[in-house]
């Protein structure tokens, strides 16, 4: 079993950067890749990064690509997802996510987390 608590969401400007965190319970964490999703009012989850479960390969979404880093610490049980030059449009509330796989797709991620608010102001 493997539960996932993020961390570090909150109100920014736009321009600004905001560093979120992923820490998971559960042996297997090691193992799996792990996805960040957002999700924002009245609007799909959609996809913004994954990461092997080595840390060596990373996917991202067109929008995430050059403002957003997805990292891990496996030694931490902890993957983070970095965001800078945020726009009001990343508003959202950010879930992350444990699966077979660097997939976009959310059925293919097995376990998620509550999700953390991030709110971008103009």
């Known amino acids: 079993q493997v539960q996932l608590v993020e961390s570090g969401g909150g109100l920014v400007q736009a321009g600004g950067s905001l560093r979120l965190s992923c820490v998971a319970s559960?042996?297997?964490?090691?193992?799996?890749?792990m996805g960040w999703f957002r999700q924002a009012p009245g609007k799909e989850r959609e996809f913004v990064a994954a990461?092997?479960?080595?840390?060596?390969?990373?996917s991202y979404a067109e929008s995430a690509k050059g403002r957003f880093t997805i990292s891990r610490d496996n030694a931490k049980i902890t993957v983070f997802l970095q965001m800078n030059s945020l726009k009001p449009e990343d508003t959202a509330v950010y879930y992350c996510?444990?699966?077979?796989?660097?997939?976009?797709?959310?059925?293919?991620?097995?376990?998620w987390g509550q999700g953390t608010q991030v709110t971008v102001s103009s």
């Open positions: 996510a444990a699966g077979g796989g660097i997939s976009t797709e959310r059925d293919d991620y097995n376990y």
């Open positions: 559960g042996r297997t964490f090691r193992t799996k890749p």
């Open positions: 990461i092997s479960w080595g840390g060596a390969s990373t």
